[in-house]
């Protein structure tokens, strides 16, 4: 029986090829092992290497993000956040755990707003306006919900036109960067979300 690399291994011969690589592996570097004191370090040389704040590396993209794009968003978190009587009391939101959960949001959402403006690179502006989005987002439409102007229907309704903006997104997106390995990471994570905006968007 054979598959796509080869004859398929019994069980047997995969062991005995196994054990007989980590005898050959062994047996290359004993000297090593037997003849050859392990690397030491001084322990005055160690506190100096470890003393002081670690290094800041800046997050930072291949690529220019437009200062007024991450404003765009900003705009858009606070004006959702406005469109809301957050923070909210007991009077409007009567149950202590949702109004817990709102009001968390409410704080995320207004925290990221304020790192939007003051992080040392555009990508990390980025990063805290889009969270400031998303938690703005969560506020009024869950207040929405509880002014029953929004319901499950209506977010049912959505779906079609939010998937046909996911696959705009979708489709503009191209392969490019200078440097292979930071534009494998930077597309891997714009094809991760893409992906992960669809799989929310599926109600069984």
């Known amino acids: 029986m054979t598959d796509g690399f080869g004859p398929r291994l019994g069980r047997r011969r995969l062991l005995s090829g196994a054990a007989a690589s980590a005898l050959g592996a062994l047996a290359g570097c004993s000297t090593q092992l037997f003849e050859e004191s392990p690397p030491t370090i001084a322990?005055?040389?160690?506190?100096?290497?470890?003393?002081g704040d670690a290094s800041a590396v800046p997050e930072t993209l291949p690529v220019d993000i437009e200062a007024s794009f991450v404003e765009t968003l900003r705009a858009g978190a606070r004006s959702k956040l406005d469109g809301t009587p957050a923070p909210f009391d007991e009077t409007e939101i009567p149950n202590g755990v949702?109004?817990?959960?709102?009001?968390?949001?409410?704080d995320s959402a207004r925290r990221s707003l304020r790192d939007a403006s003051g992080a040392p690179t555009s990508y990390e502006r980025l990063g805290h306006a889009a969270r400031a989005r998303t938690s703005a987002h969560e506020v009024q439409a869950a207040w929405a919900g509880i002014n029953d102007e929004l319901t499950v229907a209506d977010l049912r309704e959505s779906i079609p036109a939010v998937g046909r903006d996911v696959d705009a997104a979708a489709a503009e997106h191209a392969y490019v960067g200078?440097?292979?390995?930071r534009a494998a990471v930077v597309h891997g994570q714009i094809e991760r979300r893409i992906?992960?905006?669809?799989?929310w968007l599926f109600v069984p």
């Not at 949702?98 to 409410?106: A, H, T, V």
């Not at 992906?195 to 799989?199: D, K, P």
């Open 43 to 51: 322990g005055a040389g160690l506190r100096a290497a470890t003393s």
């Open 98 to 106: 949702i109004r817990e959960r709102l009001n968390g949001e409410y």
């Open 178 to 181: 200078d440097d292979p390995v």
């Open 195 to 199: 992906g992960g905006a669809r799989r």
